[in-house]
């Protein structure tokens, strides 16, 4: 029996000699091979985008969206299994209406990012379950700011100013490097994020796909999160395309 998987991989509950969960690796690459998603933290909120890829020319467009939202303050955007995904988004659903009839005020991003945290992790300790097969970027405003956050499928989170999972992860950290964060405002994180989702593309653009972009903000939304208006997604969209064309040409 070798630590390269087979014999380890069986179960759930067991370590390899080297001390690696093999479920939990294979639950990752579930989430390489989705489309991207990324998460901006701008000055009065955040901003989540996702490149959803279109399996068949069939599918009704606008379903099986990859960004949802929690509670009225909080957006979940993610890569990966869509049922994973949306097992996930009710547990925090659950989490955020436990958390007022308790408490009589709505959950703060830390707190559900903890608790969801800790769900994720309870499905790498059992034989009889399997790992999330999602990374989800979690992200919201409550009384003390905006936040955003990355849940890996081990259960592990951390806190982001520019967040990326998916395929094209990569690419689009590079460009989130690029911007000036956490001090950019939500317009323009929302026209960042449509470039970035589109230079992240480049390497399947053989395959089409949805931009979501959704958005939570004092000034634009009132801390609610919701999806940005048609308008300016369809401007948004224009502009990634453009500035994607022109670097086209100029490799060309």
């Not at 995904?85 to 547990?91: E, T």
């Not at 830390?110 to 994720?120: D, E, H, K, Q």
Request: charged share 25%.
């Amino acid at each position: 029996m070798t630590s390269i998987g087979t014999g380890y991989d069986l179960s759930n509950s067991v370590f390899s000699p080297d001390g690696r969960n093999f479920q939990v690796e294979y639950a990752s690459k579930a989430v390489e091979a989705d489309g991207t998603a990324i998460g901006i933290k701008c000055n009065d909120g955040i901003v989540l985008a996702v490149e959803k890829i279109v399996s068949s020319k069939l599918l009704v467009p606008g379903s099986n969206k990859k960004i949802q939202t929690v509670d009225k303050h909080i957006g979940v955007a993610y890569s990966g299994l869509t049922p994973d995904g949306r097992h996930f988004v009710g547990q925090g659903r659950s989490e955020a209406y436990s958390w007022r009839g308790v408490y009589k005020v709505p959950i703060g991003i830390t707190s559900l990012t903890n608790r969801l945290a800790g769900y994720v992790q309870a499905y790498t300790l059992y034989n009889s379950v399997r790992p999330f097969g999602i990374s989800a970027i979690v992200g919201g405003v409550d009384e003390t700011g905006p936040h955003l956050y990355t849940i890996e499928p081990s259960g592990a989170y951390w806190g982001y100013l520019g967040a990326a999972t998916g395929k094209g992860r990569q690419a689009a950290k590079s460009e989130l490097e690029k911007l000036d964060l956490p001090n950019i405002s939500a317009r323009d994180a929302v026209k960042a994020a449509a470039k970035i989702i589109y230079a992240a593309h480049g390497d399947a653009k053989d395959k089409d796909f949805e931009l979501e972009i959704s958005w939570v903000s004092t000034s634009e939304t009132n801390g609610v999160h919701e999806f940005v208006p048609k308008e300016l997604l369809e401007e948004a969209e224009r502009l990634a395309k453009e500035e994607d064309e022109d670097e086209e040409m100029e490799e060309d």
